[in-house]
């Protein structure tokens, strides 16, 4: 495959839409960022890397630091872990309290907001430290030793978090939390605020795309767990948006609102994009096109 010719192909598309879509301005962290910015990196399991535009800046991982909280719950053996968040698509918003209601306090997926915080919450109960565990995986997989928190990024989050907030607060009163909502939500805020580059996060991604196996060449995850954890991106990894990607894009995909989105084609390569402006539903619009495009050109698409 010639991954610099596809690359090539994905830049020319995505060139037009680079701008499109708003910043996610109700977290003030992200709301200075220029949304004329664009990224776009595929990370091979030979170990090569291939780049477009933007790959060295820094973003905030956001919501796509709730995979790799997955992998290191999902690492530990808990099965338990799937009595307190299920497995299917939510249909409705990320941070929707509604159906969290309806359900006793159960989160539809580990993917979105409520899902996302009972994960860190279960590896803050495991580790001690949640934000601590995730930042050595980190450093590991991306190769960058002084990769972490954006203490900016972070207050933002912790300033307006009001809505997860509510959520955990929801989830506390039927039992599905095990340490205390402040402490457990600290934790999640800070992992949403690690600050990592398009190239980096192609390098991360490699974890799932090798089925589990490490940077180092260790086993952090078994084949299944791996496979659990792409099957999961394609049905949630995008929230309500998930169907459409599924359909477009035909790669398991995660998305974060600071306009990163991270795609894996198993067993082949991980595949990093980045452009500031998120849809209505969180998913980066410029994004979305330059994986489009890369699925349809390198016909990478796993249906």
Request: contains cysteine; aromatic residues 8%.
């Amino acid at each position: 495959m010639d991954y610099q010719h596809v690359i090539e192909q994905v830049m020319s598309a995505t060139t037009p839409h680079i701008g499109e879509g708003a910043v996610a301005d109700y977290i003030p962290g992200l709301a200075a960022v220029d949304p004329k910015q664009f990224g776009f990196a595929v990370a091979t399991v030979e170990g090569n890397l291939y780049t477009g535009g933007d790959v060295d800046i820094p973003f905030a991982i956001e919501s796509i630091s709730k995979a790799f909280a997955l992998a290191l719950v999902l690492a530990r053996k808990d099965a338990d872990i799937w009595k307190r968040v299920r497995r299917e698509p939510s249909g409705l918003a990320f941070n929707d309290l509604i159906e969290l209601q309806l359900e006793n306090g159960i989160p539809r997926n580990p993917y979105i907001n409520p899902g996302a915080i009972v994960i860190a919450d279960q590896l803050l109960a495991d580790t001690g430290d949640a934000v601590a565990a995730l930042r050595e995986l980190l450093r590991a997989e991306t190769g960058n030793p002084v990769l972490d928190v954006d203490s900016v990024i972070a207050e933002s989050e912790l300033r307006t978090g009001d809505r997860n907030r509510a959520t955990a607060y929801l989830m506390a009163s039927f039992g599905n939390m095990r340490n205390s909502v402040d402490l457990s939500l600290d934790h999640y805020f800070r992992q949403c605020s690690f600050s990592i580059t398009c190239a980096e996060l192609a390098k991360a991604g490699l974890l799932i795309a090798r089925h589990g196996l490490r940077a180092d060449g260790s086993r952090l995850l078994s084949r299944d767990d791996a496979r659990h954890i792409t099957a999961l991106m394609t049905m949630c990894g995008t929230y309500d948006g998930a169907g459409e990607f599924a359909y477009r894009i035909g790669l398991p995909v995660k998305s974060g609102v600071g306009g990163g989105l991270l795609a894996v084609v198993p067993g082949q390569c991980s595949v990093a994009a980045w452009g500031p402006g998120p849809d209505a539903k969180g998913n980066s619009v410029s994004g979305a096109v330059a994986l489009e495009t890369f699925a349809r050109v390198g016909q990478f698409s796993v249906f």
